[in-house]
Structures are given as structure tokens and as C-alpha cells.
């Protein structure tokens, strides 16, 4: 019951990173659809974020879910894996500071998946 492009991004991360269970894992505003919460509730150092104007960056908003804004994120350099976003960039200001912030927070050799309709 999960939606394609679930399936997708699981598939492509078992192709490339098979052993992604076991790596830190940042998503920024995850779709939360049947698929996504069956396969990364086995991932371990899996981290999600959502942006509320309202809010301090970096604040818990429920449970490990935290407020982070693409464009000024308040992870350590080098803190990710993998970074992923879905459906996110239509909603930014300023795309190439948010690229350059990702950059920063993924570790050597790190992937970046980025999906949009």
C-alpha cells in the first residue's frame, strides 16, 4: 500500500547504499505514507524535520522530529549519510543555499536523493 515513489527512493537506496539501515539518515518534510514508515522504522539513525516559521530552528517539535530550514540548517558539518528530500524545493527561497547546506551536513561520499513531481 505504499505510493511509487516510496517504493522508488527505498529501491534506490538499497541499490546504492545497501546497507542504509545502518547509516544516518536525515528527510526533510517526509511524506508519511504506509511504505515510508514500514521501511525506515528498521533504520536506526533515521532523523526528519519539518519548517515552521513560528518556530526556533532546531527546536524538538514531537518526538525526534526537529524544525529545520533547508536554507540554514542546524546540524554539525558532516552529520549525514543520506539526505533526502521530496517535494520540498518548490517551497524555497533560495535553492542554491539550500544545496550548499546539504552539501555541508552529508559526510564524504554521501548521497543526496531528491524527488519532485
Known amino acids: 500500500r505504499s505510493k ?4 522508488a527512493m527505498i529501491k534506490v537506496l538499497d541499490e546504492i547504499l545497501p546497507d ?3 547509516r544516518k539518515i536525515y528527510e526533510c518534510s517526509p511524506d508519511w505514507g ?3 514508515r514500514y521501511a525506515l522504522r528498521d533504520c536506526h539513525s533515521y532523523v526528519y524535520s519539518y519548517f515552521y ?4 530552528l532546531g527546536a524538538i ?3 525526534s522530529c526537529t524544525n529545520q530550514n533547508l536554507e540554514k540548517l542546524t546540524y554539525e558539518d558532516e552529520s549525514f549519510d543520506v539526505v533526502i528530500t521530496q517535494d520540498v524545493f518548490e517551497h524555497i527561497n533560495e535553492p542554491f543555499q539550500a544545496f550548499k ?3 555541508r551536513v552529508l559526510k ?5 536523493l531528491y524527488g519532485a513531481y
Open 34 to 36: 504506509k511504505g515510508r
Open 61 to 63: 517539535i514531537y518526538d
Open 53 to 56: 516559521e513560528d518556530k526556533d
Open 20 to 22: 542504509w539501515r545502518n
Open 4 to 7: 511509487p515513489r516510496q517504493r
Open 101 to 103: 547546506e546539504i552539501a
Open 108 to 112: 564524504p561520499g554521501g548521497a543526496f
